[in-house]
């Protein structure tokens, strides 16, 4: 990308039905999905019925009865891909996975106030709010009014899957004076959700789709870094 | 270069090597082609064959007769699907081995691999089996096997008068049971981590080819090894009363002359006195070869000895930013460049002129076997 | 959960059934929802300017107290260096010598295709639980940049990291043959 994101991850999403109580960390090691050494040193947070949650060195992991959540500011990114993916392909194959979420998520910093207030004022240009325009300007810096968020949705991807969207989201920042913060939620769904009965189909779609999703959330992203 | 196609007379072998992988072409005369095996034109990306016969004014959907896959080596087979694609009216003939639905099957286990390729050499076949099932039924693909023509052109259509033999030599029954033991070993298993097909050495099912065209014939080695085994290798080709008992002017050597492929008796009774030997070298990982033994002993044999290429260690050309340079520097050293440029050596010869030799032509840095090694 | 649908004006929090959005963002109230509560930032006046960058920064060690579960305390750790990839390869091994291995390398951050490219490694580099991976055909990413430490300095660094690619299935090899077998018997050889 052309700016250098400040933050920067990227998680994957499959929304199942899922039994958190499974997901600790000696469960990964047992089945060889990750070390010994690298389940020992996990962090667990809470392991429960309704929630479990630990982090590894590289990624964190966040299981509700409804949810599988990995996640990770680190790369090489396809590692989360690879684990979920050996997860559900080699273990939980029986587990019904419905949906898929890809999300690459930065923060990264427009350099001055001048040039986020251009973005700004290029998504969600403030003159269309008619008499409400001169209140919107209001204020300096952090306390001028304007654009708070916006969400961009592609319904159609012509990749292959069943159904789905691309959404981008926008905001600035909180983790510095200029920065912006992008979202993109690449979003994967089954046609007939109701017959799904394992987690092939999902699992399948992430595989191969992957690095296409990320490359792709970063193409959107570098958009609104090419106004900059 | 001259950018003209042979003449309907002419006689010629082509060599092409970018320094990873090698095609050669043979015209038998009136326009009919023959491509064995293919590799990547560093100049215009495309498949060598494709590249030069346009270049030289030649249709190669109508010219090319015949395309072999010696092996499914990677540096062998790059761009092949799209040649066997381009060359609508070629057939297409590769070692019985790589028919038997154990090596398809092989083939489809590593291609399928949605999210790391398989690799080139596999991504190709995968192409090629396409290929074939569609045009099976109209052009039969051949099974190459120890002494056996797989295409003849009769001597009212090779431009010259003389008749037109395309054999292949190998593999032996012998060198097809080692393969398929091999074939185990590569073979994936249930819960085995997935990875990259990366075929073995030694290689026990090779073609190697000897066109014959009249009083004149050319040995193409492909990457055949010598095993010392009489059954397999060379030695099982020498010894062979099966295939034509004729010593060849032109010896496309197996294997980038290296020594597990030399066999002193094709030199003595499948060769004639200094022939001209033609080579590509092999430039990637720490053994590249010819090595200056390889040379020396191939010199000893002749005195005309050719190479698409230079040994060299070549940097990458991609240019990345400084600091990134000097991370690389400092884990790896240098990224090497596993392509170093396509050269070509051309041999032609009139077969209408009973006088006349083969004209050694070197272009792109092709050069003397002397000085291919640095 | 359905405590917070009531809520007015977080339109830019979207947690329903059909979110895949996942990141940080909702583990304040994922905790709180499961015994009941609201969360606690909610009550106060400022709730609907609350995005999800805001859930993400929100304090979870305040969170979990108000709340009865069972948890585990968790270790103490010294914050993360920041990292920032310059480069990133894909590479598969093409031999293992007694020192270093060969590679071949495909430049993911060029978005090239074709393995063109090829180095050198130290196994010293390669950590003790990828060397099982390390032999001819293991597939591994290269990736060279800087790391930014706690205290502002930076330094370059280089990891290579074995993929822990999904094990072939039995599925996935039954039907390779099967379909093998179909394509040999559509090619007629001659």
Known sequence: MKITPEKSSVSIVLVGSMNSLIFRPGWFAKNGLISETEAEAAEIEVIHKELTLFKLDWCSIRVEPTRFVIDSEDAPFIRISDLAVRTFKEFLVHTPVTMLGINRVVSFDAGSDEARDKIGNVLAPKQPWGDWAADLEKGNGPARGGMRSLTMQQTVVDDGREEGWTRAKIEPSMHSAFGIYMEVNDHFQLKELDSVSGAEPVVTMLEGGFEESIRRSEWIIQQIMDLI | MALTAPLDTELEVTLLGPGLGECQLIHLGAGNWVVVDSCIDSHTSQPAAIAYLERIGVDPRKAVKLVVATHWHDDHIRGLSEVLECCSDARFCCSVALCESEFVAAVLKYEGQKNVAGGPGVREIRNIYKILEERSSVFPPIKALADRVVYQVPEEMSGHGRVCRVWTLSPSDEQLEKFYVELTNLMPSVKETKRRAVPQDPNHVSIATLVEVGEHSILLGGDLEETGNPLTGWSMIVSSQARPQVKSSVFKIPHHGSENAHCDDVWATMLED??????????????????????????????????????????????????????????????????VGTGMIRLRRNMSDLESNWDVELFDGACDLSKACL | MSALR????????????????????????????????????????????????????????????????????????????????????????????????????????????????????????????????????????????????????????????????????EKELVKAEEEAKEISSKIQWL
């Open chain 2, 274 to 339: 200094n022939p001209l030997a033609i080579l590509t070298p092999y430039n990637r990982g720490v053994k590249k070869r010819p090595s200056q033994d390889d040379v020396a002993r191939i010199s000893y044999f002749t005195e005309n000895g050719y190479s698409t290429a230079q040994i060299k260690v070549a940097k990458t050309k991609k240019k990345r930013e400084r600091d990134v340079e000097k991370m690389i520097n400092d884990v790896v050293g240098k990224i090497r460049a596993v392509s």
């Open chain 3, 6 to 169: 009531k809520d007015t004006g977080v339109s830019a929090f979207s947690h329903d059934s059909e979110d895949t959005v996942g990141g940080f963002k909702s583990m304040p109230e994922i905790v709180l929802s499961v015994a009941g509560q609201l969360p606690f930032s909610r009550k106060s006046s400022d709730v609907t300017s609350l995005t999800g960058q805001e859930y993400q920064e929100a304090n979870v060690g305040q969170v979990k107290r108000d709340i009865d579960l069972p948890v585990y305390v968790p270790r103490s750790h010294s914050p993360k260096p920041s990292v920032q990839v310059k480069n990133e390869w894909e590479g598969y091994v093409v031999d293992v010598g007694a020192e270093t291995f060969t590679a071949r390398l495909v430049d993911k951050t060029r978005c090239d295709e074709h393995e063109d490219e090829e180095a050198d490694f130290p196994i010293a580099d390669v950590s003790d639980d990828d060397k099982k991976l390390l032999k001819p055909g293991g597939v591994f990413r290269w990736i060279i940049g800087y790391q930014k430490l706690p205290g502002g300095s930076r330094r370059r660094f280089s990891q290579v990291v074995f993929r822990q690619l999904p094990q072939w299935t």
